[in-house]
């Protein structure tokens, strides 16, 4: 399995951003950004293929962008006008395929998962 940290989460007001960073341990497959809030399930937030290609979730479309260094073995979700509701412990995760399948944003996809990144932001 590889290994995964991320960091870069925080408190910010409501319109801030932040930047998440997660260092994988080996070069990267697809890699997924999940958030989790208590007492709900985990949601996919975005998904990057090997070759770059990415998905979003509906609530974070045009605010978030996901990326990756493939040289750094980094995978960065730069998130922009946040809003209270975007307040979660944030996670990476590496899939085995090397693309976004079109279960991308369900869990079971993905294999390899960091320890998390709190994100608050507060209104």
């Known amino acids: 399995q590889v290994q995964l940290v991320e960091s870069g989460g925080g408190s910010v007001q409501s319109g801030g951003s932040l930047r998440l960073s997660c260092a994988a341990s080996r070069s990267l497959s697809s890699m997924g950004w999940f958030r989790q809030v208590p007492g709900k399930e985990r949601e996919g937030v975005a998904c990057?293929?090997?070759?770059?290609?990415?998905k979003y979730a509906d609530s974070v479309k045009g605010r978030f962008t996901i990326s990756q260094d493939n040289a750094k073995n980094t995978v960065y979700l730069q998130m922009n006008s946040l809003e209270p509701e975007d307040t979660a412990m944030y996670y990476c995760a590496a899939s085995a395929y090397g693309y976004c399948s079109g279960s991308w944003a369900l869990s079971q996809e993905y294999g390899s998962w960091g320890q998390g990144t709190q994100v608050t932001v507060s209104s």
């Open positions: 990057i293929a090997h070759e770059g290609w990415t």
